[in-house]
């Protein structure tokens, strides 16, 4: 992770001025350190974002609020992200983001029998810099959390096959920019650290406090995947299409599956200013 650090830093100092063109006017903001402008609006397949001010973007997942039809209740979910930009090189942000699972919607994942709700916390920090007028880097760390509170005799402790625990991973995005819309794009990502599951049970007459490595956690410490794909960011429409293979993040959640399957990253919005 240093090291990682440390070389994009180096490459930034030693980038001419000259190199650096003006700043692209809609930079891709998943993955990397951008945020979108002030009313600036973006609708698209999985998620809606608004830019409230030109560093602050709110965001929130579009599919989970109509899962009623499948798993019998809505997912609230929202994020927020804020960031900064020194010149037109480096920017850095943080991101926030919070998912309810109602108890039914739990029950229906995990076990009919099952009476527990859900929450999700996901935290990133991300950093771009931009080497070159066409060459940009952009470094990730994530952190997600998922608990669990049960009320009858059983509690929901795995999503369809992903674990279900704290988990800490990073990735690189390099992307390599064809002209000012297009570009070519390599997503690296790794597990860092991955935690057993603490769960609390909640019975009528006592409380517990369980700890213990419940979601069967893979004996490989380090997981993987690369994701080699095109982009496009345009004044109206985005488009990202990725496919690899490695380990894949399971949306919103953010937790690494246990086994390696072909992965794909798919991002298509329209973008228009409100204000």
């Given at each position: 992770m240093r090291s990682?650090?440390?070389?994009?830093?180096?490459?930034?100092?030693?980038?001419?001025?000259?190199?650096?063109?003006?700043?692209?006017?809609?930079?891709?903001?998943?993955?990397t350190a951008y945020t979108r402008g002030a009313g600036r609006a973006s609708v698209g397949l999985f998620k809606l974002e608004m830019g409230l001010l030109d560093q602050v973007t709110l965001g929130t997942y579009l599919p989970l609020w109509f899962t009623s039809p499948v798993i019998g209740v809505p997912v609230p979910n929202a994020y927020l992200k804020i960031g900064q930009n020194w010149g037109d090189s480096?920017?850095?942000?943080?991101?926030?983001?919070?998912?309810?699972?109602?108890?039914?919607?739990?029950?229906?994942?995990?076990?009919?029998?099952?009476?527990?709700?859900?929450?999700?916390?996901?935290?990133?920090?991300?950093?771009?810099v931009r080497?070159?007028?066409?060459?940009?880097?952009?470094?990730g760390v994530d952190y997600n959390h998922v608990s669990a509170v049960g009320d009858?005799?059983?509690?929901?402790?795995?999503?369809?096959?992903?674990?279900?625990?704290?988990?800490?991973?990073?990735r690189l995005l390099s992307e390599w920019h064809?002209?000012?819309?297009?570009?070519i794009n390599v997503l690296v990502r790794t597990l860092i650290y991955q935690s057993p599951l603490n769960a609390d049970f909640d019975s009528?007459?006592?409380?517990?406090?369980?700890?213990?490595?419940?979601?069967?956690?893979?004996s490989r410490r380090r997981r993987f995947s690369v994701v080699p794909g095109l982009s496009y960011e345009g004044a109206h429409w985005e488009f990202t299409l990725g496919v690899g293979y490695g380990v894949a993040y399971l949306p919103v959640v953010g937790l690494p599956t246990t086994k390696s399957w072909p992965v794909v990253d798919l991002g298509f919005s329209y973008n228009f200013d409100i204000y």
């Open positions: 990682a650090l440390g070389l994009i830093s180096i490459a930034a100092l030693l980038a001419p001025g000259s190199a650096l063109a003006e700043e692209r006017p809609h930079p891709r903001t998943d993955y480096v920017a850095i942000a943080t991101r926030a983001g919070f998912t309810f699972i109602d108890g039914e919607g739990v029950a229906y994942l995990a076990d009919q029998d099952t009476s527990a709700s859900g929450a999700i916390y996901a935290i990133e920090v991300d950093g771009t080497v070159s007028s066409r060459i940009s880097l952009s470094l009858t005799e059983q509690l929901a402790t795995s999503i369809e096959g992903a674990s279900t625990s704290d988990t800490w991973s990073a064809l002209s000012q819309g297009f570009a009528d007459s006592e409380i517990l406090r369980v700890e213990g490595d419940l979601s069967g956690e893979s």
